[in-house]
């Protein structure tokens, strides 16, 4: 799987949209980008993924530039339990299993 | 509809025990798969079990073996612990072996 750079941190507003950026400039034409996060002492929730159009649904939306090499994740409104680590990856789908290989993630602070 | 759960959620091991972590996914699930996630690092994949066959891996050494039995429920053991085996011990489960995963919130295991 390709592998992904994300900043290893961000600060958002409560109530403001929370924009992370990532890079993934090495994806294949069969690969997807998928966003998962982890609040603390969790395990890792799936929030949304992409092939190549942008998608949205109720927890988030997903960008991805026209070249594929990067995408940013949207949370239109911030809350304080959003603060968590924001893992952008990139997979192949496909029955050859569905193994996650998890960065470093981004760190997301929201602020009162 | 129960999610993935895991047991114990807590325990403690001496260096060159042995320890079993339990997994039963989510209801209609029938691929399980580990992850392995030391403090402040991202999970790293252990290995997939689907049809109770070890179906992937990743780059852990044989000391990590695990199972699947009849009713999809998974079971880790990890024997000869060292103190680096310390960390959050992630269960996924899917839907078919390419399906999105579902985490459960893990087994923290401390090795002293």
């Known amino acids: 799987d390709a592998k992904t750079t994300q900043p290893p941190s961000m600060d958002c507003a409560e109530g403001r949209a929370a924009n992370l950026p990532c890079n993934h400039s090495?994806?294949?034409?069969?690969?997807?980008v998928y966003w998962y996060r982890q609040i603390h002492s969790q395990g890792p929730q799936y929030i949304i993924h992409g092939l190549k159009n942008n998608e949205t649904n109720e927890m988030a939306s997903l960008i991805i530039t026209e070249d594929r090499k990067s995408s940013t994740l949207i949370l239109p409104h911030a809350t304080l339990r959003d603060t968590a680590v924001y893992y952008c990856i990139v997979r192949v789908v496909g029955n050859a299993g569905n193994m996650l290989t998890f960065g470093g993630g981004t760190r997301l602070m929201v602020k009162p | 509809d129960a999610g993935v759960t895991q047991s114990p959620t807590h325990l403690i091991k001496t260096r060159g025990q042995q320890v079993t972590l339990r997994c039963s996914p989510k209801?209609?699930?029938?691929?399980v798969s580990w992850y392995q996630q030391a403090l402040g690092q991202g999970p790293q994949f252990i290995f997939q079990?689907?049809?109770?066959?070890?179906?992937q891996r990743g780059n852990f050494p044989d000391r990590f073996s695990g199972h699947q039995f009849p009713n999809y429920s998974s079971e880790l053991n990890v024997n000869a612990l060292l103190l680096g085996d310390s960390a959050l011990y992630l269960c996924?489960?899917?839907?078919?072996?390419?399906?999105?995963?579902?985490f459960g919130e893990g087994s923290r295991l401390t090795v002293l």
């Open positions: 209801s209609g699930h029938d691929t």
């Open positions: 996924a489960s899917s839907l078919v072996i390419s399906g999105e995963l579902f």
């Open positions: 090495t994806i294949s034409g069969n690969e997807y």
């Open positions: 079990y689907y049809e109770e066959e070890e179906r």
